[in-house]
């Protein structure tokens, strides 16, 4: 089994910044996609940015050139910074790591969730 923990949600005002780390646990021989998603109130779940074990990346439109994804691959951890925060950008982030393990299929895995929230 696989835990994903994220941390760094909180309330910032709008151009602030904010780093959502979200950290893997549990039984992980490697870890294919790290991504980063979020939900804001009344709205679909969406893809914020991605990054996969070979260092490729993709952004939503919304936060190319605001947000940077990255990966500690020794650690199993992603990262999400997040500058010229907008109040737009209120929601729940989710990390989702797909993890392969010898022998078995990819399992995707989702974090609990952390609340980050812009004030204008």
């Known amino acids: 089994q696989v835990q994903l923990v994220e941390s760094g949600g909180g309330l910032v005002q709008a151009g602030e910044s904010l780093r959502l780390s979200c950290a893997a646990s549990g039984s992980i021989y490697h870890i294919s996609f790290m991504e980063w998603y979020r939900q804001a109130p009344g709205k679909q779940r969406e893809l914020v940015a991605g990054?996969?074990?070979?260092?490729?990346?993709q952004y939503g439109d919304s936060v190319k050139g605001r947000f940077t994804i990255s990966r500690d691959s020794a650690k199993n951890t992603a990262y999400l910074q997040m500058t010229s925060l907008k109040v737009e950008d209120t929601g729940v982030y989710y990390c989702?790591?797909?993890?392969?393990?010898?022998?078995?299929?990819?399992?995707?895995?989702w974090g609990q969730g952390t609340q980050v929230t812009v004030s204008s």
């Open positions: 990054v996969t074990s070979g260092g490729s990346k």
């Open positions: 989702r790591f797909v993890v392969r393990n010898i022998g078995t299929a990819d399992t995707t895995y």
